[in-house]
Nanobody
């Protein structure tokens, strides 16, 4: 599976962005899909994920109620709608595909290249 993330940019606090992650490969629908982020000087942090067979989603507490993850298996694409953005959301955002534990990076086998989100105060 190859992943291509896009949609990052510069936005003011309180604004919105929608990230997309397009996947190649016929087995996209059999993978959990996750979003992680990494701010300068910090470890990669789990943001959100969806289970491949149930569509159940999971979010880190800091984004609950503001971010929404969705996937379109017909388009091989997963989205992260980010609303009410805060300066602390500034990071490079990565999408990933895997079949392991969803909240940790080692649970994923494939990674996109990352897209930068900058939220100004």
């Amino acid at each position: 599976v190859q992943l291509q993330a896009s949609g990052g940019g510069l936005v003011q606090a309180g604004g919105s962005l929608r990230l997309s992650c397009a996947a190649s490969g016929r087995t996209f629908s059999y993978y959990n899909m996750g979003w992680f982020r990494q701010a300068p000087g910090k470890n990669r942090e789990f943001v959100a994920a969806t289970i491949w067979n149930s569509g159940t989603t999971d979010y880190v507490d800091s984004v609950k109620g503001r971010f929404t993850l969705s996937r379109d298996n017909a388009k091989n694409t997963v989205y992260l709608q980010m609303n009410s953005l805060k300066p602390e959301d500034t990071a490079v955002y990565y999408c990933a595909a895997g079949r392991g534990i969803m909240r940790i990076p080692s649970g994923y086998d494939y990674w996109g290249q990352g897209t930068l989100v900058t939220v100004s105060s």
